[in-house]
């Protein structure tokens, strides 16, 4: 029991008196997949929007490719990325390979999916009257789709939610893509794997539970903003 | 392969949490049979054990579970009485093992040499330097990118000592903590154009590098494996059926032509002698 209770006091220690190695792990977590689900929302809310609600030919097989997005390994993502970021490899001038912007494009390339999949499920969802309805009313595209995200947004505020979720959590492509380089490209759960390798597990433990305070943090303030228009919706 | 190890390590961790006692952890986790092998990232990365154990499995009634982790993580593996049996390269922590009289019998069984390797073209122009002390001293000079183990190694303790020997501080800001195994580090240091130090023997093994060698021979950069029957083991009889086995001429031999077909030279170098028939 000892190795246990010496890495909870160990990481009580580093938590509370707000190591600077923690920090900055956490700040370099927080950025990366903040940064990487910014970008696959950006892309991922449009084109969900789309594949939910145009008909075009071939939708059906772009659906399953984004639902088979969702249950692709994150280490086999980080290999096709690390494969085309490699020094030798087609995108090797950009010299991304073990730098955070590497990671970016990893973790963007694993929320991508999910973000995309919900949002197209959450567009189906709709009454298919809303859309007429709106049409009858004379709006025109761009207001259609606004008033849709409106409609839409607890669905869609999920679908972020999941997005951070799993680029956050994975270690994986982390691994492969930003090599765990100390200062540079370590982040929260390559810092875990490295310790408990290392039998380190103050650190660790001090790691997992900032990783999970981190993502009930960015959960609760989405959460909230769920929750209060989904009031407002109701009353 | 690193998570599967770091698995088996920690559910062995958690084992020996249980139970107070040296030796228990082995006990709770293993089946009759099974004996847990604590060694370094360069045995497994090398692709060694995965040439000769299964001859070992094959002879006897012993099941082994390696846990390749860096030299000083194995060592504490089996302070902590979660190991078998070490294999390692880390001689001055051995020799406090000895002492501190955790281990029943510490014998010679391989060696080969560190190595410093670098880009192809050699920006810092190390392979000019006449000794390891002065390619060091250039590659701090010229501010290169220089890759390290990070993780209290074999390697990086051997890094440290040369570091130490040569008076150099390694923290300029091209120097990289991996925190890892020598195989990724290889492959973060030719993608960075970085220096480092390694074992031939991974380095030979490692595929698609883009890196070359570029100052070896040094007395200093040897390097030397031990095997290591831990004091009370829960499986001592596979323990000192595996030491006697590693240590025994037919696998000296085997060792000896381990990579010898695919890289011209062999790995490791037999160093046992006490080899028996």
């Known amino acids: 029991m000892d190795l246990i209770w010496d890495g909870l006091r160990r990481a009580f220690e580093l938590v509370v008196g707000l190591d600077a190695t923690l920090l900055e792990i956490l700040g370099r977590s927080a950025t990366v997949s903040l940064t990487a689900t910014a970008i696959a929302m950006a892309i991922g809310i449009p084109a969900g929007t789309a594949l939910g609600l145009l008909r075009f030919p071939g939708r059906r097989l772009v659906a399953v490719v984004v639902y088979t997005g969702m249950a692709v390994p994150t280490v086999a993502v980080g290999l096709v990325v690390a494969l085309l970021l490699w020094r030798s490899g087609p995108l090797g001038d950009l010299e991304l390979i073990y730098t955070p912007g590497g990671m970016v494009i990893a973790q963007v390339l694993i929320a991508l999916p999910l973000i995309t999949g919900i949002t197209m499920a959450a567009m189906q969802a709709l009454p298919a009257e809303l859309a007429d309805q709106l049409r009858a009313l004379g709006a025109n595209r761009r207001q259609l789709v606004i008033q849709l995200w409106l409609e839409a947004r607890l669905p869609l505020l999920a679908a972020v939610m999941a997005g951070f979720g799993h680029a956050i959590s994975e270690v994986g492509a982390a691994t492969i893509v930003g090599g765990n380089i100390h200062g540079q490209t370590q982040v929260l759960t390559t810092a875990i794997v490295e310790d408990v390798g290392r039998g380190r597990f103050g650190p660790a433990i001090a790691y997992a539970v900032v990783l999970v305070a981190l993502a009930f943090a960015i959960n609760a303030v989405l959460t909230s903003v769920q929750q209060r228009s989904a009031a407002w919706t109701q009353a | 392969m690193i998570r599967a190890a770091v698995a088996i390590a920690v559910l062995t961790l958690l084992a020996g949490c249980g139970s107070d006692g040296e030796g228990s952890g082995a006990e709770a ?178 595929e698609g590098l883009d890196s070359r060698i570029v100052h070896e021979g040094d007395r200093g950069l040897a390097n030397r494996y031990h095997v290591i029957e831990v004091r009370d083991a829960a499986n001592a009889a596979c323990a000192a059926e595996f030491a006697d086995w590693i240590t025994q001429a037919a696998t000296q031999r085997a060792i000896g032509s381990f990579g010898a077909d695919r890289f011209e030279e062999p790995l490791f170098v037999p160093a046992s002698k006490d080899g028996r028939g």
């Open chain 2, 29 to 206: 986790a293993g089946a009759e049979g099974a004996l847990i092998l604590a060694t370094t990232t360069s045995t497994r990365d090398s692709g060694l054990l995965d040439a000769i154990l299964p001859r070992f499995e094959a002879a006897g009634d012993c099941a082994v579970k390696p846990v390749a982790v860096g030299s000083g993580e194995a060592i504490e593996i089996a302070r902590r009485g979660d190991a078998d049996v070490l294999l390692a390269h880390s001689p001055a922590e051995e020799r406090a093992f000895m002492r501190e009289g955790h281990g029943a019998d510490r014998r010679l069984v391989m060696r080969n040499d560190f190595v410093l390797v670098g880009p192809t073209g050699d920006p810092a122009d190390v392979a000019a330097a006449p000794d390891v002390t002065a390619a060091l001293r250039r590659i701090v000079a010229a501010g290169a990118p220089f890759a390290s183990r990070g993780d209290d190694s074999g390697t990086h303790a051997k890094e440290l000592d040369l570091w130490r020997l040569a008076g150099l501080e390694p923290d300029w800001p091209d120097y990289l903590e991996t925190g890892q195994g020598m195989g990724p580090t290889l492959q973060i240091a030719a993608q960075k154009r970085a220096y480092t130090l390694t074992d031939r023997g991974t380095f030979l093994a490692t």
